[in-house]
């Protein structure tokens, strides 16, 4: 969720921080801060409100700091509950989750500290004032041994002339350049650092003058692997775009390319060969949010491709759920950050109850991929936007890729012709695609509920999902089948249908739903392949988008129009499409 950044050994070090920030800030943008350390001391300021609220913190100076970009969990979006937090000589930013913090709280008011803030974060810095005496390191590592939850840290201290960095299940990345540097997330340090390492669970980062030392939670030291910083997870801003997510849109099709060309270069075929000669008996694929409805996309073709049963899961479900012991299970994790942190469970929970664990992921150095045993690739590059647009369509053809590797003899060659031919059709649907008129009469209706058939259901719920993150417009994605029995009481004057029509075989009973909605005077749009236009539906429908059939990947080519109509929605109603009220990119608590 939230983003931290830390330098040191910089000359100004509050103008690399704001720069930092904003491009940390699709992790969270309720409020902002910055302390730098100077000859005066530790100068803290933070704020309510987007980075652009703290803009005033780039003339502090300093040569070493820290920052944050905040999603709210304990406490509302207030000046007070801003980090940093700073107490007894000590300035802290937290990503994650101080489970304990209550008990933490009571123990250390009961001592006499007075808290200024709702969050669980501040006890941090009242720990490290309680266990200092003169050694930063000793009084880092009692401080973290008492906190239980997820949490990444950055801590600047008065007498100290860089920072310390710690990591427990949210990620932290140091990297080397003209200084020392640390950070949520690889692009915020594009730029500033040539080499980058991530820490792992349980370790200590300390940048001082001679660079970084390392250690574990019990002192002792350890060693990280510097590598150059990957070139694909620069964002490269919004090249001329308004906004990043049709930015991000337009990137579809390279992403799909890039996506298949990561899959091969980097053997997973070969790895799929391997594992198809070890017996399994069933397929379970597991996201949240949009990588759940890319599990679900890939589901529906999987079981007929590998011929045992292949469910997808809500991952936040999952990992609570009692479950048997998992030999012979393929668990397949899906998330475009890696560090959902619900996903990351459930890989972690199945493959103690004996699964092999694969990971489909957009970023190669995230928690995800340490729990997997086989990584995938996904290859859509840096996505800002919060609203996933084109690691969605990269996350359905590197299943895609999965199921037919494992299928083996001719699927997989079959597949990367598909792919090849769905990103012409994704390009050909975002230069055609008109999407302007249903996104005008999304603006206008009550709710939009979206329906499909099949293959097309989770296209619906993913298109429900995009509509509602960047316009706030209220709405559900529905199997077709299911319309009559309830939600079609939901229908009036007021409402659009928007229906998802893909497959020629269910074409005529999605296009039936469509004569209902109409028949009760609902309003309705209709994406519809070539060749699944039935006799009077371009007629019956009030908006008709047509695109490109792939036969293999028909979520891919859908969502394209589907992702043009939710980000023309939000653009006609004023929203920030980037920046939806209440979310942040990377989910890394429950």
């Known amino acids: 969720m939230c983003g931290i950044i830390a330098c040191a050994g910089v000359r100004r ?15 969270g943008y309720d409020s902002a801060g910055i302390s730098v350390r100077r000859e005066d001391g530790i100068v803290t300021v933070k704020r309510a409100g987007r980075v652009s609220a703290i803009e005033c913190a780039r003339r502090l100076g300093g040569d070493a700091g820290i920052g944050h970009t905040r999603w709210a969990t304990h406490g509302a979006p207030t000046d007070a509950n801003a980090h940093p937090h700073n107490f007894g000589g000590f300035s802290v930013v937290h990503n994650g989750i101080i489970e304990n913090y209550a008990q933490l709280k009571a123990e250390l008011a009961a001592r006499g500290d007075e808290f200024l803030s709702q969050t669980d974060s501040e006890v941090v810095a009242h720990l490290l004032a309680k266990y200092y005496r003169g050694d930063l390191k000793e009084a880092v590592i009692r401080t973290v041994r008492r906190l239980k939850g997820a949490f990444a840290l950055c801590i600047l201290h008065e007498e100290f002339g860089g920072f310390a960095a710690v990591k427990y299940r949210s990620p932290v990345i140091a990297g080397y350049g003209s200084g020392c540097f640390a950070a949520s997330d690889m692009p915020a340090l594009s730029g500033l650092a040539d080499r980058v390492a991530v820490l792992k669970d349980g370790q200590i980062a300390f940048a001082g003058e001679n660079g970084f030392t390392f250690c574990d939670f019990d002192g002792n030291a350890v060693s990280l692997t510097f590598s150059p910083l990957p ?54 694929v597991c996201g949240c949010g949009t990588a759940y409805h890319a599990a679900l996309a890939a589901a529906y073709g999987g079981e007929e491709l590998l011929g045992v049963p292949v469910r997808a899961e809500t991952a936040g479900e999952y990992r609570y759920r009692r479950r048997r012991k998992l030999s012979g299970t393929l668990f397949v994790a899906v998330s475009q950050s890696g560090e959902t942190a619900d996903t990351v469970e459930a890989a972690r929970a199945a493959k103690a109850a004996g699964a092999r664990v694969i990971a489909v992921t957009n970023v190669p150095y995230s928690a995800l991929t340490s729990v997997a045993d086989v990584v995938v690739p996904v290859r859509a590059g840096a996505e800002i936007c919060v609203a996933a647009t084109k ?31 769905a990103a012409a059709m994704c390009a050909d649907a975002i230069s055609g695609c008109a999407a302007e008129d249903a996104a005008r009469a999304c603006a206008s ?72 909605v109409c028949a009760r005077g609902g309003r309705a749009a209709v994406v519809c392949a070539e060749g ?31 992702q043009l109509i939710a980000y023309r929605t939000a653009v006609i109603l004023g929203r920030d499409p980037d920046k939806p009220r209440n979310l942040a990119k990377s989910v890394t608590v429950e």
């Open 13 to 27: 070090a509050s103008e690399i921080l704001y720069k930092g920030l904003c491009d940390l800030e699709y992790r």
């Open 231 to 284: 070139p694909q997870l620069r964002s490269g801003g919004k090249a001329g775009f308004p906004h990043y997510m049709i930015k991000e849109i337009n990137e579809i099709p390279a992403a799909i390319r890039q996506t298949a060309a990561a899959f091969e270069a980097e053997g997973c075929a070969r790895a799929f060969a391997k594992l198809r000669r070890k017996k399994f008996s069933q397929v379970i």
């Open 391 to 421: 690691s969605y369509c990269g996350q359905c053809a590197a299943l895609g890729l999965t199921f037919c590797a494992l299928a083996g003899g001719r699927h997989y060659g079959r597949a990367k012709r598909a792919l090849a031919e």
């Open 445 to 516: 209706a009550s709710a939009v509920y979206f329906i499909g058939r099949g293959a097309d259901y989770p296209s619906a719920l993913e298109g429900s999902l995009k509509l509602k993150e960047v316009s706030y417009i209220p709405g559900e994605g529905y199997p077709a089948g299911e319309l009559k029995h309830g939600p079609i009481a939901l229908i009036d004057g007021g409402t659009l249908t928007v229906a998802v029509i893909t497959d020629p075989a269910l074409a005529e009973k999605t296009a039936s739903a469509v004569e209902q």
């Open 532 to 562: 699944c236009e039935t006799a009077g539906l371009r007629g019956r429908a009030e908006y008709f988008i047509a695109i490109p059939r792939s036969e293999l990947f028909p979520a891919i080519v859908a969502a394209v129009p589907l």
